[in-house]
């Protein structure tokens, strides 16, 4: 059995808080792991590269800590190929270029970035050492448009630019559960910055929801107080679930009508899949990447809470519409958002790589 090394320099698939982040590189690891190939997929480093303040000392100690990690994989060795998640600016790969080269052996990056405007700033070192791991590698697979428009001028003869949409890793969806009240759902983390931002407008929107509701949030966090604060208006028509399990998280989009999450700065939002997968539609604003992984009745103009709040309420209180854009959501995930969609791309570029060597 041939083995690939994986690596996510910005949070292992062993973090302990969940993310979209962690879910799709341990996604990505389960697509790789192809047995009828005769390759299994090792986690080889959990040396979590990421300065997010801009910290030039912190940058620093970090190259160090990367140079003793490359001595101590390089004397590993025994992978056929290396594949990175997600190697940006604040968590640039410096291990995987290095090990590959002195290996001799393919380097791919999955979600991989540039970022010209943080160059000269405070994250300069590191964007630049994520510009080097994106020139340093065989094959790069981009998540969204976004990213393939930033990648787009670096492309190279040699180097195949490959979308890889933004995947669950299931084979396959259940049927969606029978509604009974009007419940709609949220899910996401508390914190300050993007996600209370995302917060409050849902609570812009709400003010303009006249006929009974309930709203469900899945989630926590430091934020969790002005969270509370924001919606406290709006009395026991808000209910806080918590951080929630697999199992109790189906129950929750088992209920929910609907899906409202704004997705401010989301880089395409794993939540919007999963809500989708249970057969939920989703109300969303209209921005990059959010837009990779919805339809087009799913966004709504940025700025217009009005309208996030007329389209939930359709969805709310019209059955058939809710039917159809349902049976819509769950397609949209069937056919383009599942692990055998990720594999079968995926392998399509690391094939001719492994045969190569």
């Known amino acids: 059995m041939s083995r690939i090394a994986f690596y996510a320099p910005m949070k292992s698939p062993n973090h302990p808080v969940p993310s979209g982040d962690r879910e799709m590189a341990r996604g990505v690891m389960k697509a790789l792991a192809d047995e009828s190939r005769g390759y299994e997929v090792t986690l080889v480093s959990e040396f979590r ?39 940006y600016y604040k968590a640039p790969d410096l291990l995987g270029p290095a090990v590959s080269q002195a290996l001799g052996i393919p380097y791919v990056q999955i979600e991989a970035t540039r970022a010209a405007k943080r160059l000269g700033g405070p994250w300069d070192a590191f964007a630049r050492a994520a510009d080097a791991s994106c020139d340093a590698a065989a094959a790069i697979f981009f998540l969204t448009a976004q990213d393939q428009e930033g990648l787009a001028p670096y492309k190279r003869d040699d180097q195949p630019q490959v979308q890889l949409h933004p995947f669950l890793a299931r084979e396959e969806i259940e049927q969606p559960a029978a509604k009974s009240e009007k419940s709609f759902l949220s899910v996401g983390m508390m914190r300050q910055g993007d996600k209370l931002s995302s917060y409050q407008i849902i609570a812009e929107a709400l003010v303009h929801l006249d006929e009974d509701w309930v709203y469900e949030i899945a989630g926590d966090g430091p934020a969790r107080p002005e969270v509370e604060a924001v919606f406290a208006p709006f009395g026991d028509k808000v209910r806080f679930l918590g951080q929630l399990g ?87 995930v069937r056919n383009k958002h599942l692990l055998g969609s990720a594999r079968k791309t995926l392998w399509s570029v690391l094939n001719p790589l492994l045969k190569d060597t």
């Open 49 to 87: 590269c990421y300065d997010g303040k801009g910290d030039g000392e912190a940058q620093n100690a970090l190259f160090q800590h990367a140079k003793s990690e490359v001595s101590r994989l390089v004397k590993m060795a025994g992978w056929s190929a290396w594949v990175t998640y997600h190697s």
């Open 246 to 332: 697999t199992e109790d998280m189906a129950q929750a989009y088992g209920r929910a009508r609907a899906f409202l999450w704004p997705g401010v700065n989301e880089a395409f939002g794993m939540v919007y899949l999963e809500a989708q997968a249970a057969g939920v539609p989703v109300v969303a604003q209209d921005r990059p990447g959010v837009r990779d992984v919805l339809p087009g009745a799913a966004l709504v103009q940025v700025g217009d809470p009005a309208r996030l709040a007329q389209n939930l309420s359709r969805l709310l209180n019209d059955a058939s519409y809710r039917s159809e854009r349902s049976y819509e959501a769950r397609s949209l």
